[in-house]
């Protein structure tokens, strides 16, 4: 199984500051024949389902503020916030689907400072 | 509007079997990949099992593996999943989340509010 790590585990950052977290995979999760990453980023608040942020590692879902940026290759990813907003408090997951079982990450708690 | 609302939660003792629904709607619902994903009480998220949209093909987590059952009947735009010798460990909130494709290998770009599965004596 592909392994999936986050770090941190959790941040605090000021409001209009930016906010990185980093996605690790144990093994590489970009399929070569189409050169996508099978990497994805959800965001989930108190009491709610988790919400589709980015795709293939850098897209950005339809209706996601601009703010909110994926990147990264291979085993190597990050999302960012360049700007955080008080309704940016939430749990940030990776997953991979690039092989079963999909995994997520332990997921990065963000608040505001 | 894509809506996807699950149903059949409860609470069931250990090595008893429950089978939840995922009705959904908004969407061509045969045209899409479905997935359950579960939330242990204040844990992280854990994908449990994809089908394709044609029902063809379905693929499981570990930890259900051999005892959970994923299906569809896209006559009724409706997925289920079929938990038979349930134990403590599977105690969760079970979502019912749709792929972004047609292929099984694809993220969930939207996610029911989930139904809560209580295994205990």
């Known amino acids: 199984d592909i392994v999936m790590t986050q770090s941190p585990d959790s941040l605090a950052v000021s409001l209009g500051e930016r906010a990185t977290i980093d996605c690790k995979s144990s093994?590489?999760?970009?399929?070569?024949?189409?050169?996508?990453?099978?990497l994805a980023w959800y965001q989930q608040k108190p009491g709610q389902p988790p919400k589709l942020l980015i795709y293939w590692a850098s897209t950005r879902e339809s209706g996601v503020p601009d703010r909110f940026s994926g990147s990264g290759s291979g085993t190597d990813f990050t999302l960012t916030i360049s700007s955080l907003q008080a309704e940016d408090v939430a749990v940030y997951y990776c997953q991979q689907y690039y092989s079963i079982p999909f995994t997520f990450g332990p997921g990065t708690k963000v608040d505001i400072k | 509007e894509v809506q996807l609302v699950e149903s059949g939660g409860g609470l069931v003792q250990p090595g008893g079997s429950l089978r939840l629904s995922c009705a959904a709607s908004?969407?061509?619902?045969?045209?899409?990949?479905m997935h359950w994903v579960r939330q242990a009480p204040g844990k992280g998220l854990e994908w449990v099992s994809v089908?394709?949209?044609?029902?063809?093909?379905?693929y499981y987590g570990d930890s259900v593996k051999g005892r959970f059952t994923i299906s569809r009947d896209n006559s009724k735009n409706t997925l289920y999943l079929q938990m038979n010798s349930l134990r403590a460990e599977d105690t969760a909130v079970y979502y019912c989340?749709?792929?972004?494709?047609?292929?099984?290998?694809?993220?969930?770009?939207?996610w029911g509010q989930g139904t809560l599965v209580t295994v205990s004596s």
């Open positions: 093994q590489s999760v970009l399929y070569s024949s189409n050169n996508k990453n099978y």
């Open positions: 989340a749709k792929g972004t494709g047609g292929s099984c290998f694809s993220g969930h770009d939207y």
């Open positions: 908004g969407f061509t619902f045969s045209n899409f990949a």
């Open positions: 089908i394709s949209g044609s029902g063809d093909n379905t």
